[in-house]
């Protein structure tokens, strides 16, 4: 199939869809929420009732033919407010983590959980930054240990610059197997809701998009049943093997999860980059000085033409 920029009818329905609901819903909650710094559950759970936030809308646009349906919801969000785009989205993260390298079985069972119902909405989390480990996944120090007799993992670590992070039901965390290989012996763990060990550190202050709660995760000997491991362990046991014997690894967790939502983090900028601009726009067709608007000074005229 050829690529083709220019928007189908259904991608064009959902854009005016989600562009409603941020006019209409977002952007009138937006300075509230980024003042209180708390996640808007409210308007997560609007969200919600009307199918927006959903696993199936997530899917459905994951799965849209061109490729644009994503974006172009996510464009919308954070039009209407990062802070509050990022609450509704950031399950997306871990979702995509999922879906990157679990199992069918894993996905139908820990997809619903991180969405929850209108009723009951829950969130997940992506746990891969640590404070000496961001981009740089190679210096991840999380640790993984499989407990043959009980069938178990135990991960230990802290996490940081975690959307969601300690608030979330579920939570996916990049630990290394094999810290002797690099990335190259890390894997991807789904933490069930209220697994014993997990909790949150600190929950950081920000300077912007202040609505999405990010935090520290601390995991003190947190047991997971081996079904956890995404991918199952079968497949571990064989990308180790090879890797051992100086063949390639055939991808890395993280990065994988990473590659898979960069377009829509991109759309997102655009999103934040056409709100700016029509502020600007429109404070510079309101503002007065010396008798006229500051628009109609050529110097501004101008920055607004870069924008």
Same mark, same amino acid.
């Given at each position: 199939?050829?690529?083709?920029?220019?928007?189908?009818?259904?991608?064009?329905?959902?854009? &005016?869809?989600?562009?409603?609901?941020?006019? &209409?819903?977002?952007?009138?909650?937006?300075?509230?929420?980024?003042?209180?710094?708390?996640?808007?559950?409210?308007?997560?759970?609007?969200?919600?009732?009307? %199918?927006?936030?959903?696993? &199936?809308?997530?899917?459905?646009?994951?799965?849209?033919?061109?490729?644009?349906?994503?974006?172009?919801?996510?464009?919308?969000?954070?039009?209407?407010?990062?802070?509050?785009?990022?609450?509704?989205?950031?399950?997306?993260?871990?979702?995509?983590?999922?879906?990157?390298?679990?199992?069918?079985?894993?996905?139908?069972?820990?997809?619903?959980?991180?969405? %929850?119902?209108? &009723?009951?909405?829950?969130?997940?989390?992506?746990?891969?930054?640590?404070?000496?480990?961001?981009?740089?996944?190679?210096?991840?120090?999380?640790?993984?240990?499989?407990?043959?007799?009980?069938?178990?993992?135990?991960?230990?670590?802290?996490?940081?610059?975690?959307?969601?992070?300690?608030?979330?039901?579920?939570?996916?965390?990049?630990?290394?197997?094999?810290?002797?290989?690099?990335?190259?012996?890390?894997?991807?763990?789904?933490?069930?809701?209220?697994?014993?060990?997990?909790?949150?550190?600190?929950?950081?202050?920000?300077?912007?998009?202040?609505?999405?709660?990010?935090?520290?995760?601390?995991?003190?000997?947190?047991?997971?049943?081996?079904?956890?491991?995404? %991918?199952?362990?079968?497949?571990?046991?064989?990308?180790?093997?090879?890797?051992?014997?100086?063949?390639?690894?055939? %991808?890395?967790?993280?990065?994988?999860?990473?590659?898979?939502?960069?377009?829509?983090?991109?759309?997102?900028?655009?999103?934040i980059a056409r709100a700016a601009f029509e502020y600007a726009r429109d404070y510079a067709g309101e503002r007065e000085q010396f008798g006229r608007k500051i628009g109609e000074n050529q110097a501004v005229a101008f920055l607004l033409a870069d924008m």
């Amino acid at each position: 199939m050829t690529f083709c920029p220019e928007l189908s009818d259904d991608v064009r329905e959902v854009r &005016d869809w989600v562009h409603e609901f941020a006019r &209409d819903v977002i952007r009138p909650a937006g300075a509230e929420w980024d003042e209180r710094e708390e996640t808007p559950w409210p308007v997560i759970q609007e969200a919600a009732k009307i %199918g927006l936030y959903s696993l &199936d809308f997530f899917a459905q646009q994951w799965f849209e033919e061109s490729g644009l349906g994503l974006p172009v919801a996510f464009e919308e969000l954070f039009w209407g407010d990062a802070g509050i785009g990022l609450s509704i989205v950031g399950t997306g993260l871990a979702a995509a983590a999922l879906a990157s390298n679990g199992t069918p079985e894993q996905m139908g069972e820990w997809l619903p959980e991180m969405f %929850g119902t209108p &009723d009951d909405v829950r969130l997940g989390a992506f746990c891969s930054s640590e404070p000496d480990a961001g981009s740089d996944v190679g210096a991840i120090r999380t640790r993984a240990v499989y407990d043959e007799a009980a069938d178990e993992w135990v991960l230990n670590g802290v996490k940081t610059w975690a959307t969601n992070g300690g608030i979330a039901s579920v939570h996916v965390v990049v630990a290394s197997v094999d810290p002797s290989l690099g990335t190259r012996g890390q894997a991807s763990f789904v933490v069930p809701p209220g697994a014993p060990g997990l909790s949150q550190g600190q929950k950081f202050r920000k300077h912007g998009i202040r609505a999405s709660h990010t935090a520290e995760v601390i995991l003190d000997d947190v047991r997971v049943p081996g079904r956890c491991l995404l %991918g199952g362990k079968e497949k571990l046991d064989e990308r180790l093997a090879r890797v051992r014997a100086g063949a390639r690894a055939g %991808g890395q967790a993280a990065m994988r999860t990473f590659e898979t939502t960069r377009p829509t983090v991109a759309a997102m900028a655009v999103g934040i980059a056409r709100a700016a601009f029509e502020y600007a726009r429109d404070y510079a067709g309101e503002r007065e000085q010396f008798g006229r608007k500051i628009g109609e000074n050529q110097a501004v005229a101008f920055l607004l033409a870069d924008m």
